[in-house]
């Protein structure tokens, strides 16, 4: 298979026939590329609206999509409400969570017979990581949201892992081995991008305060996030990296917010601000060894944010870290809104915030070798077919200068 081209694609087997897909290969590894156009998706709950996002976002020819995981919802399909939009009346989960092997399975063929999702894969590669929803809301590690015994959390997270691996484009290194699977990896798009795609569930530490977000303070005695060995491939990878952008793909928020101007610090403590000591030393150890040109790309808020990676948020530096993205829902959270009262409150409390929008809708990256081109790309209605799509707002960073520059 040869570098930086196309190629066409169907699967048969028996008698059946699936539609072409297209993929492009990526630069070869020492080539000097000079482009990319890439998509970042996901948070995509099958109940709370349409795939349309995932039409236009093929319209827009990326090389490659990132989706930054909740693929798939483990909940329960809850009672339909009277005013629940004609649209999604036929888009409920069962009436029961999932657990087994079957109910994933089966939870990932529900969602995958969506057209729209279907036409996404076929138009580009993906790179997958998963997040939370594609085994339990909010588990980490051998933790799970119920309480139960890490021997019992186990046999859910086996059969989440195996149906994930079965569902998703994944090397055969990921091969799930009982409950564990090898998800974090390195992709390269020639010397241009230094992708280093992370996995925050698998390895961390329990959350802070019984993972309730109102007046937690124990914020630094989570020991791990990432765990010991994909800390130390992170930080050699990057340290070693040649590429023009560093790029950290990964699932929860790195800017640490507070979530609540009118009262005292509110931490979202599932992300990486509850996990201040591990944040700490990777930010750190990205700083001491000079690594620049480091964006963060991430999902899970159900919302558009920009903004920048500092030590301490509420005591920015001259020069951030990293630049961080963070993308929002494809439909998860239901049409949104432009920004609520408290979103027009947050940048007065977070100088280090520069954007946020709480729409529907996917982030395209415009690469080159000496600027980066985010844009948000937002959704007017996912309740009801004909959705259409805008551009809410753009950002470039020039290589070396890590300052965000509104675009219009």
């Known amino acids: 298979m040869a570098a930086g081209r196309p190629y066409w694609y169907r699967f048969r087997a028996g008698g059946a026939e699936s539609p072409q897909g297209l993929a492009r290969t990526a630069p070869a590894i020492d080539g000097a590329a000079q482009s990319v156009r890439f998509a970042v998706a996901g948070c995509q709950n099958y109940q709370s609206g349409l795939y349309t996002a995932y039409r236009h976002l093929v319209a827009d020819d990326p090389d490659f999509v990132f989706c930054y995981g909740d693929y798939i919802y483990e909940n329960a399909g809850d009672p339909v409400p009277p005013e629940t939009p004609t649209a999604l009346l036929d888009r409920r989960h069962p009436p029961y969570e999932i657990y087994s092997i079957d109910d994933y399975r089966r939870r990932y063929a529900l969602y995958k017979a969506d057209p729209d999702l279907k036409a996404a894969h076929a138009a580009a590669p993906w790179y997958v990581v998963w997040d939370d929803h594609e085994t339990d809301n909010n588990w980490a590690s051998t933790w799970d949201e119920a309480g139960n015994t890490a021997e019992l959390f186990a046999f859910r997270r086996q059969a989440a892992a195996q149906a994930y691996y079965e569902h998703m484009p994944l090397r055969r290194t990921s091969l799930p081995r009982a409950s564990a699977l090898q998800l974090y990896r390195r992709h390269q798009w020639g010397d241009l991008l ?17 993972d309730e977000n109102a007046g937690c303070t124990d914020l630094d005695s989570a020991e791990h996030f990432l765990g010991e060995e994909q800390e130390r491939w992170l930080a050699q990878g990057l340290a070693a990296s040649p590429a023009r952008w560093n790029v950290l793909a990964q699932q929860v928020m790195m800017m640490d917010l507070d979530r609540d101007p009118s009262a005292a610090f509110r931490a979202n403590v599932d992300s990486w601000a509850g996990y201040r000591t591990p944040r700490n030393r990777v930010l750190s150890n990205i700083a001491d060894a000079g690594v620049e040109n480091v964006i963060v790309l991430t999902g899970d808020e159900h919302v558009n944010y920009a903004g920048e990676v500092h030590l301490d948020g509420s005591q920015p530096t001259a020069k951030p870290i990293a630049l961080e993205f963070v993308a929002t829902s494809i439909s998860s959270s239901g049409d949104g ?15 280090q915030l520069k954007f946020i929008n709480q729409q529907r809708g996917y982030v395209l990256c415009d690469v080159t070798r000496e600027q980066w081109k985010t844009t948000f790309r937002v959704m007017d209605k996912v309740s009801a077919p004909g959705g259409n799509i805008s551009t809410r707002a753009r950002f470039a960073v020039e290589r070396g200068s890590a300052q965000l520059s509104a675009k219009g």
Do not use: I, K
Not at 194 to 210: E, F, H, I, K, W
Not at 337 to 351: F, H, I, K, Y
């Open 194 to 210: 230094n992708l280093s795609l992370l996995d925050t569930r698998q390895y961390r530490s329990d959350q802070p305060c019984a």
């Open 337 to 351: 809104q432009d920004q609520s009262e408290t979103a027009r409150a947050l940048p007065g409390v977070n100088p």
